[in-house]
Structures are given as structure tokens and as C-alpha cells.
């Protein structure tokens, strides 16, 4: 048998949560304090219940899980048998001064409730809860570890009287106590045989008496004729209160009737209810349901994951504000740029160097004329002049080309300091400074605009899902006030809220016509084949007023007057007993005596049942000493196949005793030697006691089919190889259409089973 669904509507720190799961092994992962200790805690609630008792001062179950939300506990588990699946619900609420405890049992090939299941883990799995706790149910808290004498009990007691709650230990005080009934142990004197032999005493005490009893008959004869008168009149009374008993049960079936209307009533009324919540919801033919809610969260995250675009972008598409100086780029503008200055330069050089030049050429010609004009003047003086002329004209050439020198430096000095420069290399420095910024402010303008266009594209996006959400509300007829972001969002979330709440007020009604339903079947059960004017009919016919005010009386009255009549009869009886005593110690002393022998019949009749009890406890001992010795052996063997596996051979020969304890053997030099179970390492510890309880789940087993194994990180301290075989044996043991539910908060335990069988080899669960 496995366990297929679980569902807690509130459970410690657990509320609302669904879990599925197989048959074969099934691994629930979840972090520390996830709630998976919880989880198998709420597997044993279904199965027990919760216990109120304070264990060594720690709180009790009750407290430690009742809601965190809610001050109550609840929930269903979905079991798959061999006789077919059952759906169990649990729950606990206060009621009162204390709390109570609800089960019900549903066959789900019938859908009908199993009556008469109060604790089904007994029911299903045959064993009391503390069996339960020690075998299959290995706790983070408690380890692997329990003590034996207690499981050792229950062993026994269902191996010998297939019953846990019958054993050798009750049989025997059974017999003890018909033993003292006949004759206790102390000679207290208050035994049968004791009594007889009281009697025995008494009729020989009372033959010699017999002539002493005379009046004593006489009193007795009168009494007598008084009972008889009482005895016909209470004839009269049991008539008439039995006849009013029958009407009363005619009433009762009656009330059933007027219950299974009433519960008719509520199915109808709440179906009505459910009908008019969806009329009045539903709004030009549309009724919001689970996808409108769906298509809710859609718009919602749409919407707000362009609105994060438009925001991004916002922050993206800014003002930066560049130390640029405009008035010395608007010069360079001016000026042609980099290249006109640098033309303009150039040409002022040039010039410069061309006029250098001829000043100087003019110069040197003009001496040279001066030289030949003075040379040669000595000789012809007319030339003299024509020289002299010629090198003026030649002087006055070089000094006009020196002035335009000087000009011309003088436009590039004012090229600098129009640009604050002292030099080309500092007036090149800042044009290429400028025209760097330039390019920057180009590049990013570029840039600015291209985020803009990209702002305005999701700005674009996030009006289109906007209009999506207005569509969306306007399918049941709801209009935003206000169409901005936050408008429409809140819109958007109110719907949201009311349509869950739809939602959830339907839940409910269906749940209570579930609820109702199931009165309504079990009631409608109990009415099959009887009808109701037939039955109208008998309490009309039946004389008399039976109300449920006086139903209780009526059947006081009834049991008085059976009792009276026992009573009466009792007393006639011993009146004509005594009559008969009396007579027979006057006139018949042989009746005495025959009164005494057999008394002494059953004086040695209580004798001989003595022995014969004595004897029949003495080889009961014998045969529940013998039954345990053959119990712990099997367990041995069962126990020592799965250590064997576990710890790869290294340990296969575990001794059980009767309470369980379990012992190793191994071998040194040639000699074999036996140690408690405590000596070897915690891990391998752990690994002993899982072995145990799983040999105990196998032999608790209900017609060979396993009952389900919980490991609640009951692997932590085993290293991989030995994790590998745990493994190994816990899905080689919910083979035979069991369950292992293994809880961890690691992920190795995942790890191992998908590298060894594959992933569709069990079920992963990650809470």
C-alpha cells in the first residue's frame, strides 16, 4: 500500500499545501525549517491523531502543531491499498473546554463513508501508534533507535492471536483471575469453592433448624401471593411501555425523515446560493473564472514589465551638462576650422619666409651696387649716379619687403592672441581639445536620440497593454476611473481580489454541499427499504404521545419495568426457593440432604477446574516463552540480509532478542565474538536499527503487501557508499507495491537515485 496524495489545510507551520506522490521511493528535498518534519508529522495525525501529553516537560503534539494561523489542525491523505483507495480526513478544533476529533473514512471506487474507523493507522496497518513510531516511522528527533520491550509485546501478541490487543500477558491473567474466582490465592474466603462449602455448611446447620421455621413459611406464603398480584400488574406495564418503545422508535425513524429533508433543504439552498453568486456576477453573459485570473496576472506583469522599460529609459535619457567653451569653437568656425587656421598659418609663414627673403636679397643687392657705384663712380661719375640711384631704389625695396614681414608676423601674434594662445602648438592643443568635445556632444546627441526613440517605443508598448487591461476589465463590465498606470494597476488588483473572493465563497459552497451530501448519503443509508407513510402510518395506529421531550422518559419507564419484572421475578423465585427450603427442612429432610450432595458435586466440580486452570497457565507460559524464541530468530535473519546489504557484508550476523536488543558478531584470529550493537559507529548504528525496523514492517505487513517507510534525514551521517545501499534496500523494500518517503534537506540523496535508476525511477519532490 501506498500513500498517493496529501493535502493540509493547516498544520503547524504548514497551510494549504498539496503534495502527490507514488509508489516506490519518493524523495521530498527542502531546506532546514521548510516544514518536512512537519510534513511527516501531519502522515502520523491522519493515521493517530495527536497526543496532549507532556513527554519530559517538552510540549505536547497537540501544541507544538496546532495551526500558526488557525487554532485548529486539518487535512486528508489519499491511501491505495490492495483493497481499494480511501480518502481520510482529519481534524481538530476546539469544541467546548477541549478540542475534538474528527475521522471520516472515504471509499473513493464508491465515494461512500466506511463507518466505524477510529484510528485508521490500526485499521489499515494493523498496529497500535507506538508500533507504528518504532517501525516504519523513522523521526529526525528520535533517531533510529526505541526501546523493544513494548514492540517485542506487540510482536508477540499479533503472531499469536493475530490481535496486538490480545496477548499471552492478558490470557494469563484471564486465567488467573477464573482461578480466583474459584479460589483466591489468600484464602480470603470469597472464592466459589468457598462459597458452596459455606452452603454445604449452612443446609446441615439448617436441617437440624427445619421445625424452628414454621412462621417463616407462613410470612413467605403471604409474600408470595403479594408478588404474584405485583407480577400480573407489571405484566400490564411492560405491554403498555413496550408498545410506546415501539412508537418511540417509529418517531425516531420518523425524525430521520424530517433530518434528510432538513439536509435536503441545505443542499438545495446552498446550491441556490452558489447559482445566484454566479448570476450576479456574471456580467454581459461572462463569468469571471479561474483563466480570467490567470489572463488578470498576465496584463499585470506585462504592464509592469514595460513600465520598468519606460523608467529604465527615463533614468537613461538625461541632461549632461559639458564644460564646452562655444565663444572659442564659434572662433574656430569663423576662422575655417582646424584646416582654415591651419591654411591661414601656413600662408602667413610662407609669406613671412618669401618677403625674409627678398629683404634680404634686395639687401645684399643694394650693397653690391653701392659697391660698384663707389668703384666705378671714381672713374665715371655718371654711371656713379645710376648706381647710387639703383641701390636706394634696391634699399627702399628690401625695407618695404621687411615691413610687410613685419605685418605679417604681426597678423599671426594677432591670430594668437585671439585665441589666448601663445604659440601654434598651444592654439592646436585647444582646437583639438574643441573639436574632441565637439565630436563627443555629436556622438552623444546621436545617442540621446536614439534612447528617445526607444523611450517612446515602450511608452508606445505600455499604452498598448494599458488599452490590453482596459479590454480585459471591460469583459465583465468594469471601467477604470482613472486610465494612468496606477489607476488601471489598482483596477486591475481590485478585480483580482473580487474575483478570488468569488472564487473562494464558491469553494465554499461547494464544500458544504460535499459536506451535507455526505450527511445526506449516510442518513438516506440507514432509510433504505423503509417507507416513510407506511411507517406514519404504525405511529398513528399506536396509542399514546411520544415526543422527543419524552422519549428519554419513556425509556426509563420501559427499562423500570423490565427491571421490575426481572426484580419480581427474582423475588418469586427466591420466595418459592425459600418456600420450597423451608418445607422441605419441616417436612422433608431428604431434600436437604439431596441440596447437599450437590453442593459437594460442585465443590469437587470447582476443585477439579481448578487444577485444570493451573495446569492450562502453566503451558500457556511455556508456549508464548516458545513463541518469542521463534519470533526473534526471524527477525535476526531478516534484519541481518538487510545489514549485510547496507554496510557491504561487513556486518551480516545480528542477533534480536526477544526485546529486541540487538547484538553483532565478528571474527579475530580464528575466534568469533559477540558485541552490543553499541560498540560499532553511530552510522552503522543508524544502519542496524533501520534494518530492524524495516525486517519488523515486513513481518507487520497486512496479507504481504508493505506498509509505507518514512526517513525523516534519518541518512545524515552514512557517507555515499553506504547512502548507495540505504538507497538500494529502501526502493528494493516499496517494490511489493509499497512507498519509502524519504525526507532531506540535501540533494545527494536525488543525486544517487537518478545516477542508479534514472529519473523516472522515482519521484523528486522539492518543497
Request: charged share 30%; proline share 1%.
Amino acid at each position: 500500500m501506498y500513500i498517493e496524495n496529501i493535502k493540509i489545510g493547516n498544520f503547524g507551520k504548514l497551510s494549504h499545501c498539496e503534495i502527490d506522490l507514488s509508489s516506490g521511493v519518493n524523495i521530498i528535498e527542502g531546506r532546514n525549517e521548510s516544514g518536512k518534519t512537519t510534513l511527516g508529522e501531519f502522515i502520523k495525525f491522519v493515521f493517530y491523531g495527536l497526543s496532549n501529553k507532556s513527554v519530559d516537560g517538552a510540549m505536547s503534539e497537540r501544541n507544538r502543531y496546532l495551526s500558526w494561523k488557525a487554532n485548529e489542525v486539518s487535512g486528508s491523505i489519499v491511501l491505495n491499498t490492495e483493497n481499494g483507495r480511501f480518502r481520510i480526513e482529519r481534524s481538530m478544533s476546539p469544541y467546548g473546554n477541549g478540542f475534538k476529533d474528527n475521522v471520516t473514512v472515504v471509499d473513493l471506487s464508491s465515494n461512500s463513508v466506511v463507518s466505524g474507523i477510529k484510528i485508521p493507522g490500526e485499521y489499515f496497518f494493523g498496529i497500535p501508534e507506538e508500533v507504528f513510531t518504532h517501525t516504519v516511522y523513522i523521526r529526525q528527533a528520535d533517531g533510529a533507535y526505541f526501546k523493544g520491550e513494548s514492540i517485542g509485546q506487540a510482536v508477540e501478541n499479533i503472531f499469536y492471536s493475530a490481535d496486538e490487543s490480545v496477548n499471552t500477558t492478558k490470557a494469563l491473567k484471564k486465567l488467573d483471575d477464573a482461578r480466583v474466582q474459584i479460589k483466591h490465592k489468600k484464602n480470603t474466603g470469597r472464592g466459589l469453592l468457598d462459597l458452596y462449602e459455606k452452603e454445604r455448611d449452612e443446609l446441615s446447620a439448617a436441617l437440624i433448624e427445619a421445625r424452628s421455621v414454621n412462621e417463616q413459611i407462613i410470612q413467605n406464603e403471604s409474600s408470595l401471593r403479594n408478588t404474584v398480584a405485583s407480577i400480573e400488574k407489571n405484566k400490564k406495564d411492560c405491554e403498555t411501555m413496550s408498545s410506546l418503545m415501539k412508537k418511540a422508535e417509529l418517531y425516531e425513524v420518523l425524525c430521520r425523515f424530517e433530518e434528510k429533508k432538513k439536509y435536503q433543504d441545505k443542499i438545495d439552498e446552498y446550491k441556490k446560493g452558489k447559482r445566484e453568486i454566479i448570476a450576479a456576477t456574471t456580467i454581459n453573459g461572462f463569468f469571471p473564472d479561474d483563466a480570467f485570473l490567470k489572463e488578470i496576472d498576465g496584463v499585470k506583469n506585462e504592464i509592469t514589465y514595460v513600465d520598468k522599460e519606460v523608467r529604465a529609459f527615463d533614468e537613461e535619457v538625461t541632461e549632461e551638462v559639458i564644460d564646452y567653451p562655444v565663444d572659442v569653437a564659434e572662433k574656430i568656425r569663423n576662422h575655417g576650422g582646424k584646416t582654415g587656421i591651419t591654411e591661414m598659418l601656413s600662408a602667413l609663414n610662407s609669406k613671412t619666409k618669401t618677403f625674409a627673403i627678398a629683404s634680404v636679397v634686395f639687401a645684399c643687392i643694394g650693397l653690391i651696387i653701392g659697391f660698384l657705384g663707389w668703384v666705378i663712380g671714381r672713374i665715371v661719375t655718371m654711371l656713379a649716379t645710376i648706381f647710387a640711384v639703383s641701390g636706394i631704389l634696391s634699399f627702399i625695396i628690401c625695407v618695404c619687403c621687411l615691413i610687410v614681414v613685419v605685418k605679417t608676423n604681426s597678423k599671426k601674434k594677432n591670430l594668437f592672441n585671439h585665441f589666448s594662445v601663445k604659440d601654434r602648438k598651444e592654439l592646436f592643443s585647444i582646437i583639438d581639445s574643441v573639436e574632441e568635445k565637439e565630436r563627443y556632444i555629436a556622438r552623444r546627441n546621436e545617442m540621446q536620440a536614439y534612447k528617445q526613440s526607444k523611450k517612446d517605443e515602450a511608452k508606445q508598448k505600455l499604452e498598448s497593454a494599458l488599452n490590453k487591461g482596459v479590454s480585459l476589465l471591460a469583459k465583465w463590465g468594469v471601467v477604470p476611473e482613472n486610465r494612468s498606470f496606477e489607476g488601471i494597476m489598482e483596477t486591475l488588483d481590485a478585480v483580482k481580489t473580487d474575483v478570488f473572493e468569488i472564487n473562494n465563497n464558491l469553494s465554499i459552497y461547494d464544500r458544504e454541499i460535499e459536506k451535507n451530501e455526505a450527511v445526506f448519503n449516510i442518513i438516506s443509508s440507514k432509510l433504505t427499504d423503509v417507507d416513510e407513510e407506511s411507517v406514519r402510518n404504525e405511529y398513528d395506529s399506536i396509542a399514546g404521545d411520544v415526543q422527543s421531550e419524552n422519549i428519554s422518559e419513556i425509556k426509563k419507564r420501559y427499562d423500570f419495568a423490565v427491571l421490575a419484572k426481572d426484580s419480581l421475578s427474582a423475588k418469586l423465585t427466591e420466595l418459592e426457593k425459600n418456600l420450597a427450603s423451608l418445607r422441605a427442612k419441616t417436612d422433608k429432610p431428604a431434600d436437604i440432604e439431596s441440596r447437599l450432595k450437590i453442593a459437594n458435586s460442585r465443590i469437587d466440580e470447582l476443585k477439579q477446574k481448578y487444577e485444570a486452570y493451573m495446569l492450562a497457565s502453566e503451558k500457556l507460559q511455556k508456549a508464548a516463552d516458545s513463541l518469542r524464541g521463534r519470533i526473534a530468530p526471524g527477525l535476526a535473519t531478516s534484519a541481518g540480509r538487510l545489514m549485510s546489504g547496507l554496510t557491504d557484508g561487513k556486518y551480516k550476523d545480528i542477533g534480536v532478542s526477544d526485546k529486541l536488543e540487538l547484538t553483532y558478531s565478528f571474527e579475530d584470529d580464528g575466534a568469533t565474538y559477540t558485541k552490543d550493537i553499541a560498540f560499532v559507529s553511530s552510522g552503522t548504528q543508524d544502519i542496524a536499527y533501520v534494518s530492524l525496523r524495516l525486517a519488523l514492517a515486513e513481518l507487520f505487513g497486512k496479507s504481504g503487501h508493505n506498509m509505507p517507510v518514512i526517513f525523516d534525514e534519518a541518512f545524515a551521517r552514512l557517507d555515499d557508499g553506504r547512502l548507495c545501499n540505504m538507497l538500494d534496500i529502501a526502493k528494493k523494500y516499496a517494490e511489493k507495491s509499497s512507498q519509502a518517503i524519504i525526507f532531506t534537506s540535501q540533494v545527494r540523496e536525488a543525486i544517487i537515485m537518478k545516477e542508479r535508476t534514472g529519473s523516472d525511477e522515482f519521484n523528486h519532490v522539492r518543497i
